[in-house]
């Protein structure tokens, strides 16, 4: 499976809870034309993992190798599942870059892809240091938000791939924040980035379906 350009964060939303988030994750199987991977509520990653056959990423996970761990998520139990990743970092869940150095380290013993968010390039830069497979840089503020990160920030995806490829030119770089449009995607990769990471676009989409035609036909765009 390749890493995706795009990943759907489903958050906390109640359109992506139990059988409506296996129904998105079947939906964009179908249409996403194995450019889109899912980050499903911690909840179903299992119940999805195990159903679809498109990435899955889990949307946080314990740097813990041990039976005696009650209440943490283990790497070891997410590959076991069929997960394919897993986003460390989001702006809503922050962790210590120690955390993060350990929980990469485990991660890959798994087999398991890292995605690690940042909100900075700079934050970005020290990250790379931790040579994660995938860094995506989004502005807090600009999350769930209608402006995104490449039509009102473009100097920050510039900057982001700048940074990290200057560290490590094998880290793929994402962005994300208020990508609503094909036309926010294909720009978010004609100025360096290798995908985007949105939620809101999906998630609160009147017509789900649509809204993937759309994302997908701006990856088609970007990589042209
Ligand atoms: O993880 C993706 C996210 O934080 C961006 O959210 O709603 O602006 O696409 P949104």
Redesign the pocket.
């Known amino acids: 499976m390749d890493f995706p350009r795009i990943i759907v ?1 489903y ?1 906390a939303y109640e359109t992506g809870i139990v059988e409506r988030g296996l129904k998105l994750a079947f939906a964009i199987q179908r249409l996403g034309k194995a450019y889109i991977g899912i ?1 499903p509520q911690l909840v179903d990653t299992s119940l999805i993992a195990r159903q679809v056959n498109i990435p899955v990423f889990a949307q946080h996970c314990d740097p813990l190798d041990k039976d005696k761990a009650t209440g943490w998520i283990l790497p070891r139990s997410l590959a076991r599942v069929g997960v394919y990743g897993v ?1 460390l970092n ?3 869940r922050p962790l210590a870059l120690g955390r993060i150095k350990d929980t990469i380290g485990l991660t890959r013993k798994y087999g398991l892809k890292t995605l690690v ?1 940042a909100d900075t390039p700079r934050q970005a830069r020290d990250i790379a240091k931790l040579s994660p497979d995938a860094i ?1 840089v ?1 502005p807090p503020e ?4 209608k402006t995104s990160v490449s039509e009102a920030e473009p100097e920050i995806v510039v900057k982001a791939v700048k940074n990290v490829h200057e560290i490590n030119p094998d880290i793929k770089v994402f962005v ?5 449009t094909s036309k926010d995607v294909a720009m978010a990769l004609k100025l360096g980035a290798y995908g985007v ?5 999906v ?1 609160l989409a009147e017509d789900v379906e649509k809204e993937i035609g759309e994302f997908v036909k701006g990856v088609e765009e970007g990589l042209k």
Request: contains cysteine.
């Open positions: 964060n958050k980050a986003l989001h702006s809503e968010c995506a989004e600009l999350i769930g938000t994300g924040a208020g990508i609503h990471l949105l939620a809101s676009g998630m």
